[in-house]
């Protein structure tokens, strides 16, 4: 009996269970519930960050965007607004959702952002050869059929023009949509005008910008009676820019089917669109007499599928899907990955501790720094950090002067780590590094913790020490960083969370190595060697 419940028996039980259950989860997804293995391939994402700048006088202001909505082809997630001392409101009507700030009494130079990441989809529509155009429509459609400012549905020069391509209402659907689009791609020369071009100049010049041929692709299309409206959005590529861009729709057999004559697709939207209105709007407003600026910020992301998750929460058999029944009470996904992924960057850490031999301050706070780094990125999570702790520590050295007792020392280091994180957000919005203002998502209480011990160390062994293992910290941050934002590892994690019990066999196993460390390897070298020459 007691060698039944042995520390030896019991351990070896609870690696073999903690590799059993997750190998069984993983065998009723991947049989049961067919998972599809593809889904563990990253999708591309982009996160958008909408950056306006504005200078005030003392006056009251307002300014706005259009803000995208998810549908069937593209889902928006993430959304951040950093707007200090405007206020935002939003509202939605029939198609749109409409951002507001409002500041009243503004002094100076201020600066607005808000951010959202984008996942689209390529979708591409099949126009059936014969379809007729309708006689009537629904009454909800009849305004996409009127002339509007631009949109000169009714110029001679628009039947003209559709009596070259041999256009009228006889011919089929396909035919008028295809000549259109090829008239205007190939025989009209795309120009970069900022300002507004109506339907009828762009004809008479035969070139145009996006939303000038978008208006002359209305306008024939509708003297057609074939019901079409204009699409604002942006074509997301890396970089900063000021351009968005306009194609159109056209209703076809019960769908809205897009049409870029500026790129030529052709019934078609590429993934990289993102919508953000319908109509022929403006994309910004604000107040007049005001000197506005704004750029887009896109960088390109990599994130799990989530038609992948959604296939799996629709399942009432899937009892191991975190993320639909996070997504139920409003949790982002963007926090689920990283509460799963600690546990892997405590693994690195347990790693470079146990078996590499690596010593680092706190046994999980690089997991925990590195958590916190995907939102200000590495670069920026390392330089805050080391920051972070050597003013901190200074200051500790101050105290000591006066000889306060601990808990007294330790609240004001910790209200000293608070001010830093503060001072580094203020800067990084006032210069524009919004990645440096998340500093404030680091956990302060640990930090105050390694603080202290990097003064005490400094005063022990000497600054070299100190940082020494400073550094040593900063290399597992950054590993278990690498480690956490794998898009391979994150898919993985968040289709098979179960996987977490792999993670407790691990720790099992090294916690009982015994074997060498590398750097003791590297430290006794020359005796191990000089002994197997021996």
């Keep these: ?19 059993l259950v997750p190998a069984s989860l993983v065998f009723y997804k991947l049989q049961v519930l067919d998972y599809p293995v593809a889904g563990l391939i990253p999708a591309v994402a982009y996160k958008v960050d909408v950056n306006m700048q504005v200078d005030g006088h003392g006056g009251d202001i307002e300014m706005g965007t259009y803000l995208p909505i998810s549908d069937m082809r593209q889902r928006i997630m993430d959304e951040q607004n950093a707007s200090g001392i405007f206020a ?24 607005v952002r808000y951010s959202y990441t984008v996942l689209g989809k390529h979708i591409k529509y099949v126009i059936p050869e014969g379809l007729r155009i309708p006689d009537s429509y629904p009454a909800s459609l009849k305004q996409y059929l009127l002339p509007e400012e631009g949109v000169q549905v009714n110029d001679p020069l628009i039947q003209q023009a559709l009596d070259r391509l041999s256009l009228d209402r006889n011919a089929d659907l396909m035919t008028i949509l295809t000549r259109i689009h090829r008239y205007l791609q190939d025989e009209f020369a795309n120009r970069n005008f900022s300002g507004f071009t109506d339907a009828i100049t762009a004809l008479k010049l035969r070139e145009a910008s996006c939303n000038g041929k978008s208006r002359l692709f209305l306008a024939m299309a509708r003297r057609l009676n074939i019901p079409t409206r204009l699409v604002g959005g942006l074509i997301m590529q890396p970089g900063s820019k000021r351009t968005s861009h306009q194609w159109v729709e056209a209703y076809v057999n019960g769908h809205w089917v897009p049409f870029d004559t500026i790129n030529d697709h052709f019934a078609e939207i590429p993934a990289n669109f993102v919508t953000l209105y319908y109509g022929d709007l403006g994309l910004f ?25 959604d296939k799996l929460s629709q399942s009432g058999f899937n009892i191991t899907n975190i993320y639909s029944t996070f997504e139920r009470v409003g949790i982002s996904q963007n926090l689920l990955k990283i ?26 706070l690089p997991a925990l720094i590195a958590a916190a780094a995907r939102e200000t990125g590495l670069l920026w999570g390392l330089l805050g950090f080391t920051l972070i702790i050597v003013v901190s520590a200074v200051i500790r050295r101050l105290l000591d002067w006066v000889h306060l007792l601990h808990s007294p020392k330790m609240a004001i280091m910790l209200t000293t780590i608070v001010v830093v994180m503060l001072l580094m957000t203020v800067f990084g919005v006032q210069y524009g590094l919004f990645e440096l203002a998340h500093i404030t998502l680091f956990p302060i209480a640990i930090l105050a913790i390694t603080a202290e011990r990097f003064a005490i160390l400094e005063v022990e062994q000497g600054w070299r020490k100190a940082l020494l293992i400073t550094f040593n910290t900063l290399i597992v941050i950054s590993m278990a960083y690498a480690v956490m934002d794998s898009l391979f590892m994150q898919s993985l994690i968040l289709a098979f969370p179960e996987l977490l019990f792999v993670i407790i066999a691990l720790n099992l196993w090294l916690g009982k190595w015994v074997g060498m460390r590398v750097s003791e390897f590297f430290r006794f070298r020359k005796l191990i060697f000089g002994k197997a020459n021996g």
């Design 339 to 364: 509460l799963l992924m600690i546990p892997l960057g405590a693994l690195v850490v347990v790693i470079f501790r146990n078996v590499i031999g690596i010593e680092t301050f706190g046994t999980f």
């Design 88 to 111: 935002l409101a939003v509202q939605t009507d029939a198609l749109n959702r409409i951002a507001q700030w409002r500041a009243e009494g503004v002094e100076g130079r201020h600066n």
């Design 285 to 309: 407003k604000h107040t007049t007499n005001i000197n506005f600026q704004y750029f887009f910020k896109i960088n390109k992301r990599m994130l799990p599928r989530l038609e992948v998750q």
């Design 1 to 19: 009996m007691n060698k039944i419940f042995s520390p030896k028996a019991i351990y070896a039980v609870l690696i073999l269970v903690s590799i």
